[in-house]
């Protein structure tokens, strides 16, 4: 512990001005004033508290008076009645708008602050929470959209879920009380199709001699993957190893620069070593060392948009272009899942999935959800994200979500390929909320400058980004593209993989045979 109460004394010698305001009150308190908040209006609301507490519930204010609402939805499994509800209150109360994020969540916008109480029971009605899911707090742990189902599950990790959110959700001693965000993954499955590797704290499951567990990773963040601590934990050791990190992370994290207070920043300054050891006194566990990770196989959809899960079960797919949906299409879906007996899934590529029965695929497919289903089927919807952008994001540089829609519309249009697996992630800024940097074809808004000289919206652009069987960040294949230009690169580049993969290839497998053992410049030479 030494090398980490060391490390917190160099660092902490001065608070940024975010410990400052919480050192002001409690988050609960402004909780608790929430309804005579919002009957007195915008003019009432204190900077502290939109800059701050209200986040802790996941209310943010935006530039037009209105607040969006980030929705808890743990391990991304969504019950009937939760999304009728949600789709409700977006139809209410959100302009009928929707977000499906990277963390497996709902997002609803354009909530007026006198309905922002009434919103927050409605969803708590049907056992669905905004809290902590913004600012300093434990986000939605994240998980693969097949948890527990078909021959995909090894171990089901929701239960275990279920026990760490306990440990911190709606605890007032854990509400905004963390140096920075934490984020937390999980998987239970062979196939890892929800960015494993990028996170504060990850378990990965994996195999020690004839015992079934997970491998720890620490310290991930955008543009950075979590590394290998060496141990191999127990399904009874994840809840004890979580609660020794956290504590650890509250007590040692840093609390100067906001832009440095992850816990990747911690281990940077200790060493993974000591804080390994730290884990180890704090939790009382002796550990076996890492053991063979089992998220080896790459998941894909057939050309109907439909994943086979073995046993008897199907995904069926609905690729929403950047995440934006609605409480109207929302609400059909859960009709037609009640119809089937199915369940909804969300997905870190904000998409969703309606699990069924073998039996029941046709049956989804031909009654009101395909009208949804056929108005989303496009290859380049299929694994795409795109954060907020300049639409509702103060950092976004471009448009984004409209941008990468444009290009998918684009590419299906000039180059279709219907057996082919591309994942395409776009960031508005450099914060890289659309995790680029770990896509086949990464997208960063910037500013470019057009034939005439003038400044136009813009991309750097990014290949070769590794998250199903390995963790590896892209590298840069152009720099400040107008978006036109843009469109006719990855244009060529697609044409590059249609006509030199294997059969049903993916991109990302692609890469790994041909183009990650090529220079950009033989790259660009091969696009012609």
């Given amino acids: 512990m030494k090398q980490l109460e060391e490390a917190f004394e160099a660092r902490n010698k001065k608070q940024n001005k975010i410990e400052q305001i919480k050192a002001t009150k409690t988050p609960m308190e402004v909780y608790h004033q929430l309804e005579n908040i919002c009957s007195n209006g915008l003019e009432k609301l204190e900077d502290a508290d939109s800059s701050y507490f209200l986040k802790c519930f996941g209310a943010f204010l935006k530039k037009d008076g209105k607040f969006m609402l980030r929705v808890r939805i743990p391990a991304g499994q969504l019950t009937i009645e939760q999304a009728e509800k949600i789709g409700e209150m977006a139809k209410l109360y959100g302009d009928d708008y929707i977000d499906i994020t990277t963390r497996q969540q709902i997002e609803l916008r354009y909530i007026e602050l006198e309905n922002l109480a009434t919103v927050l029971k409605e969803l708590d009605s049907v056992g669905i929470s905004t809290f902590q899911t913004g600012i300093d707090n434990f986000r939605n742990i994240v998980t693969s959209s097949f948890d527990g189902l078909g021959n995909k599950k090894i171990i089901e990790v929701k239960p275990l879920i279920d026990e760490l959110q306990a440990i911190f959700l ?76 956290i504590n650890l992370f509250k007590q040692y994290g840093f609390r100067d620069n906001r832009n440095k207070n992850r816990l990747h920043f911690l281990l940077e300054a200790v060493g993974m070593e000591a804080f390994v050891e730290a884990i180890k006194a704090y939790s009382g566990l002796a550990y076996e060392s890492a053991g063979e990770i089992l998220a080896t196989q790459e998941y894909r959809l057939d050309e109907s948009g439909v994943f086979d899960l073995g046993e008897g079960q199907k995904a069926i797919h609905f690729s929403i272009p950047s995440g934006i949906f609605s409480g109207n299409c929302l609400t059909e879906v859960a009709e037609v899942a009640r119809s089937v007996k199915g369940e909804i899934r969300l997905s870190v590529e904000q998409s969703l999935y309606v699990i069924v029965k073998e039996e029941r695929v046709n049956e989804v497919q031909q009654n009101l959800l395909f009208d949804i289903y056929k108005r989303y089927h496009n290859t380049y919807y299929n694994h795409q994200i795109a954060c907020a952008g300049t639409a509702t994001c103060a950092f976004g540089v471009i448009p984004n979500k409209t941008d990468a829609i444009a290009m998918a519309n684009f590419l299906q249009r000039e180059v279709p390929i219907e057996d082919g697996k591309v994942r395409m992630y776009w960031s508005a800024c450099p914060k890289g909320c659309g995790i680029h940097g770990i896509a086949d074809i990464g ?71 041909v183009l990650s053992s090529l220079s950009l410049e033989e790259i660009l030479e091969k696009m012609g």
């Fill in 170 to 245: 709606n605890k007032e001693e854990w509400i905004g009380t963390l140096p920075r965000k934490f984020n937390t993954s999980i998987l239970g499955t062979n196939t890892n199709d929800c960015n494993i590797y990028g996170h504060d704290c990850c378990f990965i499951i994996a195999q020690k001699n004839e015992m079934l567990g997970f491998n720890l990773y620490l310290g991930g963040r955008v543009g950075v993957q979590a590394r290998d601590t060496g141990l191999f934990i127990q399904e009874e050791e994840v809840v004890p190893t979580f609660l020794a990190i």
């Fill in 443 to 513: 997208f960063e808004g910037c500013k470019a400058k057009d034939e005439k000289g003038n400044s136009v919206d813009g991309v750097h652009i990014f290949i070769g980004g590794k998250a199903t069987t390995e963790a590896k960040e892209a590298r840069q294949l152009f720099k400040a593209l107008p978006l036109p230009i843009a469109q006719e690169r990855v244009k060529q580049l697609m044409k590059l993989y249609r006509d030199k993969r294997e059969k049903s290839e993916s991109f990302e497998m692609f890469d790994s045979r």
